[in-house]
C-alpha cells in the first residue's frame, strides 16, 4: 500500500500544479493556447504513473488490475473535470481545424503547447521515479532506460488499432458534442479507460500523438517514424474518418456534403404559399 499511497500523493501534487497553473493563464485570453500545454502536462506526468503501476505494481506492489483500471479512470475523470476544453490532444485540435472552429495559427500553437507539456511530463516523472520512495519506483528508475514498448504488433496492425480506436472514440465524442458536461466527460473517461484497457495487449489505445509521444516513444524496440506512423498518423487517420462519417464532409477542405442530404426540415404549406403569392 505504501507504493499506491506515494502514487496517490503524486496524482494529487500534479493535480494542484496543473490547477494552479489554468487558473492563473486564464486571466490573459492571448495565451490560451497555454491551456493546452498544462492540459497535455497533467495528462503525460499521471499516465505515466499509471504505466507504472501496470508495469510494476501489479508483481512488486500487489496491485491488481482492478486497482490499475480504477485508477486510469480516475486519472481521466480528473482531467477531464479539471482542464475542461483543453484536451491535451493534438488529434482534437485538429479536428477543430478542420471544422473551422480555429484559425491556423492558434492550432499550430496549441499542437506545440501540448508537445511542449508532454515533455515536461515526461521530466517530471522521470524525476519523481529518481526519488526512489518506494520498491515500485526503485525498480521503475531502473527500468526507465530499458522501458519496455507499448507497441506490441506490426506497424501495420498498431495503425489499425489506433484508427480504428480513435474512429470510435471520435464519433462519440462528436454525438456528445452539446450534451451537459457532467454527462459527457465521465462517458468519455469509461470508454478511454475500456479502450486502453481492451488494446493494452496491442497499442495500449493512446489515441493521443503528444500523450504517445510522452509515454513510449523512447522506449527501444521501433524507430521513430514506426512510432509516428502508429501514433500520430493512425489517430489522424481515425479522427478524419471520424469527421467525414459524422458530417459528410471536412469543412475546412470542402463544403458539399457527399454522404447525407441537406433538405429543409420544415416545408411551408400549399395554403400558405398561395397566400404569399396573391399578397
Not at 495528462?43 to 505494481?57: N, P, S
Not at 491488481?64 to 484536451?87: E, I, K, Q, R, Y
Not at 500523438?209 to 510522452?214: D, I, R, V
Amino acid at each position: 500500500m505504501a507504493g499506491l499511497n506515494a502514487s496517490i500523493g503524486y496524482f494529487v501534487s500534479v493535480v494542484i500544479f496543473a490547477a494552479s497553473v489554468r487558473a492563473l493563464l486564464q486571466k490573459w485570453p492571448r495565451f490560451s493556447f497555454m491551456l493546452e500545454f498544462v492540459s497535455s502536462f497533467m495528462l503525460v506526468a499521471c499516465r505515466l504513473e499509471v504505466q507504472t503501476i501496470v508495469e510494476v505494481g501489479e508483481w512488486a506492489g500487489g496491485l491488481g488490475p482492478d486497482v490499475t483500471v480504477t485508477m486510469l479512470f480516475v486519472v481521466l475523470l480528473t482531467h477531464g473535470v479539471v482542464c475542461g476544453g483543453a484536451s491535451g490532444n493534438p488529434a482534437l485540435v485538429l479536428l477543430k481545424f478542420l471544422q473551422l472552429e480555429t484559425p491556423a495559427l492558434s492550432t499550430l500553437l496549441a499542437v506545440a503547447a501540448q508537445f511542449l507539456g508532454a515533455y515536461l511530463g515526461l521530466l517530471v516523472a522521470v524525476y519523481y521515479w529518481g526519488l526512489e520512495l518506494t520498491d515500485m519506483h526503485m525498480i521503475k528508475n531502473l527500468m526507465a532506460r530499458e522501458c519496455s514498448s507499448s507497441l506490441l504488433v506490426s506497424v501495420l496492425q498498431g495503425f489499425f488499432t489506433e484508427g480504428v480506436c480513435t474512429l470510435i472514440l471520435l464519433l462519440i465524442y462528436l454525438s456528445l458534442g452539446r450534451r451537459s458536461s457532467l454527462i459527457r466527460i465521465p462517458l468519455i473517461a469509461v470508454l478511454l479507460t475500456f479502450l486502453s484497457h481492451t488494446a493494452r495487449g496491442y497499442t495500449s489505445a493512446y489515441m493521443n500523438p503528444s500523450l504517445a509521444y510522452g509515454l513510449t516513444f523512447y522506449c527501444p524496440g521501433f524507430t521513430f517514424i514506426q512510432y509516428a506512423a502508429v501514433y500520430w498518423l493512425g489517430p489522424l487517420t481515425g479522427m478524419i474518418l471520424a469527421l467525414f462519417l459524422y458530417m459528410g464532409h471536412i469543412p475546412r477542405i470542402f463544403a458539399r456534403n457527399l454522404l447525407y442530404d441537406q433538405k429543409t426540415r420544415f416545408k411551408v404549406p400549399k395554403g400558405d404559399k398561395g397566400n404569399k403569392k396573391k399578397k
